[in-house]
């Protein structure tokens, strides 16, 4: 009742407020950014003198130079720790995704999906320990974690990326990593009347097609700059390729994987069978797959911005922003195994081996009629749309107080109703020969004869799924920021704050995938009448023939072009459609149960999260031995109440007989059920910054931090299991919407040096000290009448440490050299990072977070001058696990490093012409299990190039 109560109360309070004249922000740091702008219109008094008294003077950024001075200028004023990526010109980001762009501030590592940039990582920490805001407010996600996907969002959309990397009473709580805001451009900060378009055409060196990509923006601002409109738009498509090798089950004693469960079977006496003895360890993994991905990405995305100063009082904004990004995500597989699987009919055969120094197979082939070759026709399409409206007044009272209200409603969604696609047939070959002796990443093979269309191929697995979701929120603030006149006490900032969030998805798949493999046996289990006329056997294998008209020949060539290995030659695909109406024509009522992909309940719900929260932030600015100084001390206290819906079993209804098995069967009945629960907490927060000269700072700061549990281990979904016992008692798997946040305690120190307008360099070091992690919890309990063993999310005993340092130096050669090379510049930064479990068992692995790379570096070299400006980047990151737990040891990536490049010219006034180049290096992408020479990934997706015209009006 208390939280029913809680929400009008909080609306009336806001509705109130808009009645007497408050206002809305559009962001918590707004008060920091109207003192940037305050001391911007300051510095830049001897650039323009003012047509009068309502004129605002700000850094006019255009430029690769420009842009480095402005984010300098914002992160030497700024009361936290900050990064800044700016735009260098309007519509123009210094990378096309934002992901991208990101990784060029020190401590940020990205994820890639197909070589293009998606997710981030802050000091290694990614997933649900960053919280993404826009313009200030907290920003929808299709993501069904608490992630959010870069690649949503248009570069050109956008104006600054901030990265609070130390936290502010003021900034919105939950995230551990960091919390970046992505700010959208302000009509009254153009220019009068704005327009700038840009066009290019994108050749991807894998697939050799071109494709589109176009963006403009206009503004206009009326004569006494009381009222500006913006629009901005973009829209591109392109297919991206990826070429991948796979694999996985690699032979290893001290991992607990002994020969006779992951070595390979080889007939070394040449008898014709395997013999008992004839296993054997192998550096040839267990699963072997050549992949063809094939991906077209379409994005659209606009934003509307309207501002009216009706007096130097009062600033109203309204913003939106929406965005479609579509992939189809196709990908085209063959597989085979290298082991005697006990489930699958057929015993591979293999021979003519070679060994290596450490005893392993590392030579030998496959033959007999069992010889098979698996084709996957895989997808995972993305059908996002992504919108945000927001509303912001600023009132200024007096000298001393101003208010602010902000209201903004966001939404995200990917529409997947069980689209996702993994396909699997059947294909016979004479022969396929493995060879890992020629000393390359990856082995020669070779399969005699190589796949066709033409050739048969039996039904085996059909599995469609896909999770939808949506995520609507609701962000409300009311804030006030009080200046006193005079005294230690500079400025005090306060507010209160309501975000409701309501994530929901809704995961679908196929109930039994298997339906029409192995000829119709699970067809006749089933009870299934159908037609047995296209049933063949091959070896031991019995199956459906597929038609032949379901195959579409292979339309790629070149594959893992730049490896000097031998593989695969191209092989074809199928058309799903095809293949799901020979189904139907075998049993349709099979076909519609078994592989069109229904809703499974115990992956469907929705988790609300109402959040209320209050904070107080006083700064002061006392000297300190003549040195100027801020100190900035803040207090936020925030309640959220969890609801957890969705759907589970009637367990009150559950019987048990003397054996402890059910006697009934009531309780399966599947029905909507709800939970709720809530928790609070407070967090202080310590932003202290020492002046040491005008140009170098000292900056130190604390504070309590918290990220929120994945919304997985909140689900509502409860499964008992009655004939697997543990502790003599049934098992019962259920969520808890119960568990708390992961709670850390955080310091950073800097130095930083601000030597020239586009020059610094800083150094800082930082810890991050995590009290313990949600983690998987058994316990014995009674759940509606009966004991369980549970097993569910807990807050468990043990956390980790997370520290490093960071270091960045950016020098412009404008004042150094003579022209023309007065026109270069660089920035340097590099990460290290690197944790600690207190976990005894995870700290005797001795195992970085996953994900976490422990060193990385960005070098970018510039030149602008005469027109031209040009930029070639490179990014590094190294090594980081992916799985603790893999098959035959931890699975790593490898280090990665990728250079970028970028030409302009403006050939005449306002007209820029323009190439681009990502991947110059056509750099491998990899990684293996325990050993870099047990290789269970390589990746080589290619370069991208683009040329175009820009030109601003």
């Known amino acids: 009742m208390n939280r029913i109560a809680t929400k009008p109360a909080v609306l009336s309070l806001a509705i109130s407020a808009a009645f007497a004249g408050l206002s809305w922000q559009a962001a918590a740091e707004q008060a920091q950014t109207n003192a940037i ?63 991208e762009a990101l990784q060029r501030i020190p401590g940020i590592t990205i994820t890639r999906n197909g070589g293009e940039g998606q997710n981030i990582l802050v000091r290694g920490l990614g997933g649900g320990y960053n919280i993404t805001t826009l313009n200030g407010r907290k920003l929808a996600s299709e993501y069904a974690g608490r992630d959010f996907n870069f690649d949503t969002i248009a570069s050109e959309l956008v104006s600054v990326l901030r990265v609070y990397k130390s936290p502010e009473a003021q900034l919105p709580e939950g995230g551990i990593g960091a919390v970046i805001d992505i700010e959208t ?34 503004g206009q601002k009326n004569d006494d700059d009381s009222f500006g409109a913006l629009f901005s738009a973009v829209y591109s498509k392109k297919t991206l390729r990826a070429d991948t090798y796979s694999a996985s089950g690699f032979f290893d004693e001290d991992e607990g994987w002994g020969v006779d469960s992951a070595g390979v079977p080889v007939d070394t006496n040449e008898n014709g069978v395997i013999d008992t003895g004839e296993i054997y360890a192998s550096k040839i993994p ?8 094939q991906d077209v990405r379409e994005r659209l995305g606009a934003t509307l911005a309207l501002q009216w100063k009706p007096t130097d009082q009062l600033d109203i904004n309204f913003d939106s922003l929406y965005s479609r990004y579509n992939t189809d995500g196709n990908r085209y597989q063959i597989g085979f195994v290298n082991y005697d699987e006990s489930w699958t009919p057929g015993t591979p055969l293999f021979s003519d081996a070679s060994f290596d120094e450490m005893d392993r197979v590392v ?18 399409p993305r059908k996002t749309d992504t919108y945000q409206l927001g509303l912001n007044t600023k009132y200024q009272y007096n000298e001393q107080w101003a208010f602010t209200l902000d209201a903004a409603y966001s939404e995200a969604k990917d529409q997947n109703a069980g689209d996702n696609r993994f396909i699997v047939a059947r294909g016979f070959v004479d022969a396929i020969d493995i060879d890992y002796s020629s000393g390359n990443k990856l082995p020669d093979v070779v399969i005699s004869p190589g796949l066709t269309a033409d050739q048969d191929y039996g039904a085996h697995y059909s599995y469609n799924s896909g999770t939808g979701v949506t995520d609507k929120i609701s962000d409300l603030k009311l804030l006030t920021t009080y200046t006193p006149a005079e005294g230690l006490i500079t400025k005090v900032d306060a507010g209160l704050s309501y975000v409701d969030q309501k994530k929901a998805q809704n995961q679908f798949a196929s109930a039994n995938p298997s339906q029409f493999s192995r000829g119709g046996f699970y067809l006749t289990r089933d009870g299934y009448a159908f037609d047995d006329s296209t049933v063949f056997q091959k070896g031991e294998f019995e199956l459906f023939r597929i038609p032949k008209d379901v195959f579409v020949p292979a339309n790629f060539d070149n594959f893992l072009e730049g490896e000097n290995s031998l593989s695969p030659q191209p092989w074809p695909s199928f058309d799903y459609d095809k293949l799901l109406a020979y189904y139907r024509g075998l049993n349709a009522e099979a076909a519609d149960k078994s592989i069109v992909a229904v809703q499974d309940r115990a992956g469907s719900y ?14 002061m600015e006392p000297e300190i031995f003549g040195l100027s100084s801020m100190l900035n001390l803040g207090l936020r206290g925030s309640k959220t109440e969890v609801t957890s819906s969705g759907f589970g079993y009637d367990l009150a209804k559950v019987e048990l007989d003397a054996g402890g098995l059910p006697i009934n069967n009531d309780w399966r009945q599947v029905l909507p059920v709800s939970y709720e629960d809530s928790y609070t907490n407070v967090l202080p927060s310590l932003n202290f910054k020492l002046n040491l000269t005008d140009e170098l700072l000292l900056r130190f700061s604390a504070a309590e931090v918290l990220s929120r549990p994945s919304l997985y281990y909140l689900r509502s979904w409860a499964a008992p299991n009655f004939t697997v016992r543990e502790q003599g008692l049934p098992t019962l798997a259920m969520g808890n919407p119960g568990v708390q946040p992961e709670e850390a305690n955080q310091a950073d120190v800097t130095l930083e040096w601000y030597y020239g307008e586009s020059s610094a360099l800083s150094g800082g070091v930082f810890v991050k000290d995590i009290k313990s992690f949600v983690t998987e919890g058994k316990f014995a309990a009674n759940v509606a009448g009966t004991d369980y063993l549970v097993t569910t999310s807990v807050n468990g005993e043990y956390g980790a440490k997370v520290e490093g340092y960071e270091m960045a130096w950016q020098q412009s050669l404008q004042e150094l050299v003579p022209e023309p090379f007065n026109g270069l510049g660089f920035q340097l930064n590099y990460t290290y990072v690197d944790s600690n479990y207190d976990d005894p068992d995870l700290k005797a692995k001795n195992l970085p977070f996953q994900g976490m790379s422990k060193n990385s570096y960005n070098a970018v070299l510039y030149y602008e001058q005469y027109g031209v400006q040009a930029r070639l980047a490179y990014n590094w990151r190294s090594k980081f696990v992916t799985n603790p737990e893999d098959w035959g040891g931890a699975s790593w990536i490898a280090s990665y490093g990728q250079l970028d490049a970028s030409v302009s010219y403006d050939f005449m006034h306002g007209l820029t012409v323009f190439a681009e180049a990502s991947n110059l290096s056509n750099s491998r992408y990899w990684g293996y299990v325990k050993r870099e020479d047990q290789v269970n990934y390589l990746e080589r997706f290619g370069t991208q190039l683009a040329v175009g015209i820009r030109g601003s009006f």
């Open 185 to 218: 451009r302000k009509p009254l900060e153009m220019d009068g009347t704005t327009i700038s378009a840009s066009a290019k055409g994108i050749y991807e060196s894998r697939t050799e097609d071109t494709h589109p990509h176009a963006s403009f923006i206009v």
């Open 606 to 619: 929705q988790v609300q999260e109402a959040v209320s929260t209050a904070f107080v932030q006083v700064t």
């Open 286 to 293: 267990s699963y072997m797959y050549y992949a063809n991905a």
């Open 37 to 99: 702008e305050t001391q911007t219109a300051a510095r830049a008094d001897d650039k323009a003198a003012a047509k009068n008294d309502k004129d605002i003077e700000v850094i006019q950024v255009s430029g690769i130079r420009s842009s480095i001075k402005e984010s300098l200028f914002q992160k030497q004023n700024a009361t936290s720790v900050v990064d800044l990526v700016v735009s260098d010109d309007i519509g123009k980001f210094p990378d096309e995704n934002l992901a």
């Open 363 to 380: 030579k030998m082939r496959q033959t007999g009629e069992n010889t098979m070759v698996e084709l996957l026709n895989i997808s995972t």
